[in-house]
């Protein structure tokens, strides 16, 4: 008996670390920012698994948000209506542009009336920006990930639920950029989208969410409103600072329960917090 209530014990305390599931949900009137990277099946013993979500499971996302009445909105528009969003805000938002934001997430996001922002890199192609931050883990894999072309980035754009956002030049990494470089990674990219794709760019992500305090304002001087970055959380549109938004990070290797969670609370539990 004693080893089998230990067992269910044990499992508990598990469970509740892992999903912190008593903590109350973050105020509804707060908006959350979804990250997502690729809507595509994840690949056996593939380590980018995390940002491949299933085009089932995005689907199912994509469900429960209408179901539960939630309204979505592209980064830009949260901020500029910060002061009077509807209670369940949301932005969905795409990172490095996969050609299957194109071919598997926009025909779901058209389905369920869903806009979203796509942070793009401008020279996309041929690129293992996976290996930028960390040089030894050479596996090329993020690289031979089809990426969406230019004429596919127009067509996400003509179905006019896509705001288009700048990921800068070459998915730099912005700790280790002096100024003059990081600035031009930030001017370059927002005018050659805007040149190529005749669209206005005013929201940024930061590659790998990396960046320094006073790179803030380089943001701002090269014309943008809004930037993302990895950081998970939720946070009060009346105090945010919109240079520096937070997000919840929709990775494909979590469960649903997680999801539920994240849309709650921010984050799947204590780990995350940084609390364990
Ligand atoms: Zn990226």
Redesign the pocket.
Known sequence: MMPVLLLVVTGLVWFSLRYAWWRPPVSYRYPRILMY?MVTAPRSGARFNGLRVAPRVFEKQLQWLAQHGWHSFTVSELVAQAGRLPEKSCAITF??GYADNLLQALPLLKKYRCKATL?L?VERSGRD?STQRKAHHNEGELKQEDKLSDAQVEEMLASGCIELGS?SMT?ANFSRLEATAAGRELVDSRKALEDRFGVSVRSF?Y??GLYRPEQLALVEEAGYTSAVTTREGIENPGSWNPLELQRIKISGKDNWLAFLLRMRGGRRGLRQAGLW
């Open positions: 990277h990172d490095d942070y890199v920006w990921h998915h992500a590659p790998f």
